[in-house]
Each structure stands twice: as structure tokens, then as C-alpha cells.
């Protein structure tokens, strides 16, 4: 069995998060915490971004000015502390998270993306010799800045949502081949589950995939999942895919399809 995609926790560089995604009905607050697993200090950003599912399963940066008034809604409802943390080796640091919903705000699911991004340290001050003749041309220092993005998730009203497995195939990717299948959603609020692959009468799973998400601003979406070549080459003919529920939340059957994989 190959097992892709998401733990309990993110890590990127020396920082690690957990959860990966809040989920908020204004009643209360919650927290998030962060924890440096590297050998030194380290300093963070925190800042909340919008962020907007595309139809291949992406996630595109959306600047404040082209915001829509339900994404705009959820940067102004949405309040976390502290906003920058230096966290020593091994110290877990709590981000406190809670919303304040506005007097009649419509029903409907308001996302915004919680950005932990690293805050590089300064430049050390070079010497210079002044027995020694200047520097000539260009020189540039790259130093790579480190984030990690959560959605945080407010839900007003009764919501519900539906999805279903389209098509599955074995593509090829950049990188190599990849599982990939069509998943559709209907509703007023986001679906979220694990995918698992399965051959027709075998409980051994081929494959099993944590955190498939759709989002509300997307009615279908292209889930591709990279797997090793010796893989691909199992996945193809009949197979059962099944999308389950977050196993925090009970784990039950969103869809479940039999398909014959090309």
C-alpha cells in the first residue's frame, strides 16, 4: 500500500503545525500549535491570505483587493494571537484562533488560509579591507523563506454537501505517473475526506490518500496523486474507490465507485 498526502501535522523547513485545518461555528475558539523541531531559534509571521481552489486541485493566492464580500468577510471575522512567535528548539508555541461572526452574516462557508511564514535573520555586516581592491560585478545571496498555509474554516447556518467519483485514469504528470480521477461536489459548504483504492474483493488498499479536499468556489475538481511506476501499473483495470470522512469526524462513506482504470 502506498499512503500520500496529509498527517495530523504540516511541516515545512524546521517548523511543524498542527492541525492542518480549523473549523469554527463562532461558539468557540480554538487553538493551533506550532513547534520548531530545528537545532536554533527560529521567528515567525503569522497573517491570515485568501486562497482559491482551482478546477486541477490547486490553490491560488488571491490579493485583498480582488476578494469577494464572503472572502473579505472571513479576513474580517476571523481574530488569532499572537502574530509573530520566536520559538526555541523543541518549545511548542499556542496560537489562539476564534471568530466573531457579524449580526446577520448569510449562511455559508467562510475560508481564509492561516500563513506561518519563517522571518529570516539579518544579514551579518561584512568587513571590508580597504588594502584590498573593491568588488566588481553583481553578487546575489538567495535565502530560501519558509510557509505553511491552513485553511480556517467558519461555517454559518445549516450546511450540507454531496460528492461524487467521476472518471479515473493513470496519467502522466512532470514527475512521473499518477493516479488521477474526476471529483464533483454539490452543496453549500466544502467536502473533506480520505481516498482509498482498493482491488475488487482485496482489503489490502493499493492506495490511500489523507486530506482530499473540494472547496465551495469549485463545483468539480481533478485529483492527481503521484505514485511509484511499479504502482501505476497495478492501479490499472477494475478498482474500488472510496471517499471517506476525516476519521475525527467519523470516517463515514462520502462516495464510493467502481471503475476501470486505463
Request: glycine share 10%; charged share 25%.
Amino acid at each position: 500500500m502506498l499512503s500520500v498526502a496529509a498527517s495530523p501535522a504540516l511541516a515545512a523547513g524546521d517548523l511543524l503545525v498542527a492541525p492542518t485545518r480549523v473549523i469554527l461555528d463562532g461558539s468557540r475558539g480554538t487553538e493551533v500549535v506550532l513547534n520548531n523541531i530545528g537545532a536554533e531559534p527560529a521567528t515567525y509571521r503569522i497573517s491570515l491570505e485568501i486562497k482559491r481552489m482551482t478546477p486541477e486541485g490547486g490553490l491560488d493566492e488571491i490579493d485583498e483587493a480582488n476578494t469577494t464580500p464572503a472572502e473579505r468577510a472571513a479576513l474580517d471575522m476571523i481574530a488569532f494571537s499572537p502574530r509573530r512567535v520566536t520559538l526555541p528548539p523543541n518549545q511548542p508555541q499556542v496560537i489562539r484562533v476564534g471568530v466573531r461572526i457579524p449580526e446577520g452574516l448569510g449562511p455559508g462557508e467562510y475560508r481564509a488560509h492561516m500563513l506561518f511564514r519563517a522571518v529570516p535573520d539579518a544579514a551579518p555586516a561584512v568587513a571590508v579591507d580597504p588594502s584590498k581592491p573593491a568588488p566588481t560585478g553583481v553578487s546575489i545571496a538567495l535565502t530560501p523563506i519558509y510557509g505553511i498555509t491552513i485553511p480556517i474554516i467558519v461555517r454559518v447556518g445549516d450546511l450540507g454537501a454531496k460528492a461524487t467519483i467521476g472518471d479515473a485514469w493513470v496519467g502522466e504528470t512532470k514527475d512521473g505517473p499518477a493516479f488521477e480521477f474526476d471529483l464533483a461536489r454539490t452543496g453549500n459548504r466544502s467536502v473533506y475526506g480520505d481516498i482509498e483504492v482498493t482491488r475488487p474483493g482485496v482489503a489490502e488498499p493499493l492506495l490511500l490518500a489523507r486530506g482530499i479536499a473540494v472547496y465551495p468556489e469549485v463545483g468539480a475538481r481533478k485529483v492527481s496523486l503521484r505514485v511509484p511506476p511499479e504502482l501505476a501499473a497495478k492501479l490499472k483495470g477494475p478498482v474500488q474507490i472510496r471517499y471517506t470522512e476525516d476519521r475525527e469526524v467519523g470516517g463515514g462513506t462520502i462516495d464510493q465507485a467502481d471503475r476501470v482504470v486505463k
